[in-house]
């Protein structure tokens, strides 16, 4: 049989919710895919839609952004501002023909790790027989 | 060309375990402007640390990534040795490779990999990173208490008497909280109000202590040392300066509704004092309840007619009180959970089947039997009263999974009283363990069974229902695998124990987070248990997690003396990493004056400005911003894009 296909997948995480229950996760020694390269930022409101399509062009195979729950936001209302403009990046994405589970957002809290590893576990089951993501890797 | 330094630590096995430690720093010293790159077993210790500062020093590094645990953890601990090496502290940075790398996979080369991309992609930030100076803010030296109950007392009389002022804010029309409806305290038998009443009297006579009952927080905006919060003072209709206490106005209200003080065991008017000793001693008059406060047209008013003083007053209205406080202490306590819930032991279906508050309430002196265990179905002395522990507890399936903790004191103590009021009665305990953890508390239980021959059967209660005037309790004793059937006067359930109605609301409006059973969450379940995860927001009592007094008491104290850790400085520093507008590229849109939700941005002269006070640094204006003229220092969309290259290795 031949070996599965490893996505990479870059996921922003804000710092207060996401990417402490990450570490929540870790803690716990919860297990998940090493697919995902986890790049912190302080909010999932500052995520640009530029940073998404130059993961992609990059050649991510799939992007994760993941923040406080909608009403948790530690900066109040970042995470509404992140769902609205990623909710239009998402649908532009599936226009020009890229399949829509190779950008997800999710919401995880400081206290569920357990949430964390599902997503990532689920994620990479997703992208595995998608294959590699052409369709946005800038060409040489 | 910048000259970086790796530090890739071991961490025990913790790290060097799963990933290949050596590796990782072998590869990163082949990244270009890596002029330096070890790896040591512990870079937290001081040879880890004196090694950084040596390699600084004599590599002449300006950057420096060390690649650790959690930034959360070491992050403060690796840029003062930055600091101490003269680096800036923020050409510092943390590469997480332990909570969310090592710990979290098995297969070694592929964690090893991902190490290597998520450090690479840190040495591209910081390779970025300019040197900053923190910002430093004043401090309001005032501190918030919510909630009024033992824990908000204690914090509030600690920081009080420690110099500072604070702001009591307590929801219902009395401090005093759970603590006053109990009737003696485990393992001691000391009289709660006893206890309790002086610590009250404390708090309305200290003269630093501003208390505000019958309020509720509604906003609270700001940071650590400068928050702002508004406060709803609900209108109580009587002037406390006024009322007398003479009681005249509840003998002619027409209206009698639930007491909540007992349990709802008697009634209470709708101008009521919940208790004798309440604090502030004053009358209230229910606005929910009273005729007068209706829209239609009936106004009964006959508590105004009475009082001789004119301390009624129907005209008061809701005042919204703005205050600006440094420190904030939340101590909303908790509430028993709905025993609606268990409609298998037929709560709420039989008037003999209560919760513990409610046989608190029987037991009290002041409670509505004064004291004597009646049945409130017909005033009868029970003879056999079955306790069930656990009652919503350590139920995973169909109610909570945690234990509350301070169940098996309380029963072993109702059962104890219960003895020593009915003498010839016959006290049942259902439990599933005892845990009886805590000074003197095993002595207790031991005491209930052999001085006062309280029965414990270990096992559940299947179901608790009437046949022939008795309350019927089918239950199993797993010790002896036999099934029970005990005709009984009286059922107590020691119902679990969940945070008080509103913890939810008054979380968002704190933005601190909850657990997943809907507790406050602490910053570090071991090493920092009193502190929320936003900073200046504190935690104490059962709202964080069920406790009992002691605990919620020392937790309160923690609580207080980190608010005056903070109080007492005369100013704090926020971090530098706050957003900067590139002026020549700003077109004056406000699109980020408009996301901003800290009102930080403003324009001036067709520029957007950012107040750096304000400023928490979040991104959104610079996710917002088309032409990226606004940028959060250090976390730039350079810094960024140049992460994402790096980790995926273009």
């Avoid at chain 1, 919860?30 to 390269?37: A, D, L, R």
């Avoid at chain 2, 590599?59 to 420096?64: E, G, H, N, Q, S």
Wanted: with cysteine.
């Amino acid at each position: 049989m031949a070996e599965e296909f490893e996505p990479r997948i870059v996921a922003f995480l804000c710092k207060w919710c996401s990417s402490a229950g990450a570490d929540l996760a870790g803690v716990s020694r919860m297990e998940y895919p090493p697919n995902i390269i986890p790049i912190q930022v302080m909010c999932s409101g500052s995520v640009s839609p530029l940073y998404i399509f130059s993961a992609l062009s990059h050649g991510a195979d799939g992007v994760l952004v993941s923040g406080c729950h909608p009403g948790d936001c530690h900066y109040i209302k970042g995470n509404y501002y992140a769902r609205r403009r990623l909710a239009l990046v998402k649908k532009l994405l599936e226009y020009i023909g890229l399949e829509p589970q190779r950008f997800q957002m999710s919401w995880v809290s400081a206290t569920e790790g357990l949430k964390f590893t599902q997503i990532i576990k689920d994620l990479v089951r997703e992208l595995q027989p998608l294959g590699p993501q052409n369709k946005l890797r800038r060409k040489f | 060309m910048k000259r970086t330094g790796v530090f890739v630590c071991h961490c025990g096995i913790n790290i060097a375990g799963t990933v290949d430690v050596k590796k990782v720093a072998a590869e990163l010293a082949r990244h270009p402007g890596v002029v330096h790159a070890e790896d040591y077993v512990y870079m937290c210790s001081d040879p880890g640390q004196n090694l950084i500062i040596k390699a600084i020093k004599e590599k002449k590094l300006d950057t420096v990534v060390v690649a650790c645990c959690s930034p959360t953890l070491h992050e403060t601990t690796f840029r003062n040795v930055s600091k101490i090496a003269g680096l800036n502290p923020y050409r510092c940075e943390i590469a997480n490779i332990r909570e969310q790398c090592s710990w979290v996979h098995r297969d070694k080369s592929k964690a090893t990999q991902k190490a290597i991309s998520i450090t690479r992609s840190v040495v591209e930030k910081v390779r970025r990173n300019e040197s900053l100076e923190d910002v430093s803010v004043p401090v309001t030296k005032r501190a918030l208490v919510i909630g009024g109950g033992i824990a908000g007392i204690q914090a509030s009389l600690d920081i009080a008497n420690a110099g500072f002022e604070v702001i009591l804010v307590e929801r219902s029309p009395s401090i005093g909280g759970h603590m006053s409806q109990l009737s003696e305290t485990f393992p001691t038998l000391d009289c709660s109000q006893c206890i309790l009443t002086p610590k009250m009297v404390e708090v309305a006579k200290h003269p630093r202590i501003k208390l505000m009952t019958y309020s509720e927080v509604q906003e609270v905006s700001g940071f650590v040392g400068n928050f702002k919060v508004k406060i709803l003072k609900k209108p109580t209709y009587v002037d406390p300066d006024k009322c007398t206490l003479c009681d005249e106005c509840t003998k002619v209200c027409p209206i009698v509704v639930p007491n909540e003080f007992d349990m709802g065991l008697t009634g209470r008017r709708a101008i009521y004092i919940p208790f004798p000793q309440a604090i502030p001693a004053t009358y209230t008059i229910d606005e929910k309840a009273c005729p007068g406060m209706f829209d239609t047209a009936i106004a009964c008013g006959k508590c105004a007619d009475v009082c001789k003083p004119g301390a009624i007053n129907f005209d008061m209205k809701p005042e919204l009180v703005e205050v600006d406080v440094g420190a904030i202490v939340v101590a909303t306590g908790y509430d028993l959970y709905d025993k609606s819930m268990m409609a298998e032991y037929g709560y709420g279906k039989y008037p003999d089947v209560l919760d513990g508050l409610q046989f608190e309430r029987l037991l009290s002196a002041s409670g509505p039997t004064r004291g004597r265990i009646l049945r409130p179905s017909d005033k009868k002395e029970p003879k056999e009263v079955v306790f069930i522990q656990c009652a919503g507890s350590r139920d995973p399936e169909l109610h909570w999974p945690y234990c509350s903790k301070i169940c098996c004191m309380y029963t072993a103590k109702h059962a104890m009283l219960y003895k020593h009021h009915v003498h010839d009665g016959q006290a049942y305990i259902f439990y599933i363990d005892i845990r009886s953890g805590g000074k003197n508390y095993e002595e207790f239980v031991h005491r209930a069974v052999e001085e006062d021959g309280v029965l414990y059967l270990r096992g559940k209660v299947s179901r608790v229902f009437e046949d022939n005037g008795k309350l019927i309790v089918w239950g199993v004793d797993t010790l002896t695998g036999k099934q029970i059937e005990i005709a009984a006067d009286m059922v107590v359930l020691a119902m679990a124990i969940r945070p008080s109605k509103g913890t939810e609301e008054l979380a968002k409006k704190l933005k601190i987070a909850l657990d997943k059973d809907g507790f406050l969450a602490e910053a570090h379940p071991k090493l920092r248990p009193v502190e929320s995860m936003t900073s200046g927001i504190f935690l104490a009592g059962a709202a964080q997690a069920p406790k009992d007094i002691p605990e919620a008491v020392g937790q309160a104290s923690g609580a207080a003396a980190k608010a005056v850790a903070i109080l007492s400085q005369e100013r704090l520093f926020h971090s530098p990493t706050v957003a900067r507008v590139l002026r020549n590229l700003c077109t004056g849109c406000a699109m980020c004056v408009n996301v901003c939700p800290y009102e930080a941005i403003s324009l001036k002269e067709g520029k957007a400005v950012v107040n750096e006070i304000l400023c928490e640094g979040c991104g959104t204006c610079s996710a917002s911003c088309l032409r990226n003229a606004i940028q959060v220092k250090n976390l730039t969309p350079y810094h960024i894009q140049e992460m994402i290259r790096a980790c995926l290795g273009g």
